[in-house]
């Protein structure tokens, strides 16, 4: 049974960075991690991928100023957040699935989020 946990989210300025870290318990060797953000009043939204192997890919909206990581050996992943946004206000989920395609956003498994909310 694969069960995450996220951490790391906060109240910060816009221009700050923050880094949001996910942690697995369970076995996550064929599983891809993904990173998701609910804002208020919309959609979640799938931010950033990384398979097993380390491939990531990244939504527009966030490309060039998160990236998202994972370390297998302490079977955790991140989301480094730089020049953070107020619309980049929401929360965010940690996601892992079976497979190694990018593409999808249907994932088995969910942490219960961290709220980062950007405000000055």
């Known amino acids: 049974q694969v069960q995450l946990e996220e951490s790391g989210g906060g109240l910060v300025q816009p221009g700050s960075s923050l880094r949001l870290t996910c942690k697995a318990t369970?076995?996550?060797?064929?599983?891809?991690m993904a990173w998701f953000r609910q804002a208020p009043g919309k959609e979640r939204e799938l931010l950033a991928v990384v398979t097993s192997g380390g491939t990531t890919d990244h939504a527009g909206s966030v490309e060039g100023r998160f990236t998202i990581s994972r370390d297998a050996r302490k079977n955790m992943a991140y989301l480094q957040m730089e020049n953070l946004r107020p619309e980049d206000t929401g929360i965010y989920y940690c996601a892992a699935t079976p497979g190694s395609r990018l593409a999808g956003t249907r994932y088995d498994y969910w942490g219960q989020g961290t709220q980062v909310t950007v405000s000055s």
């Open positions: 369970g076995s996550l060797s064929y599983h891809k």
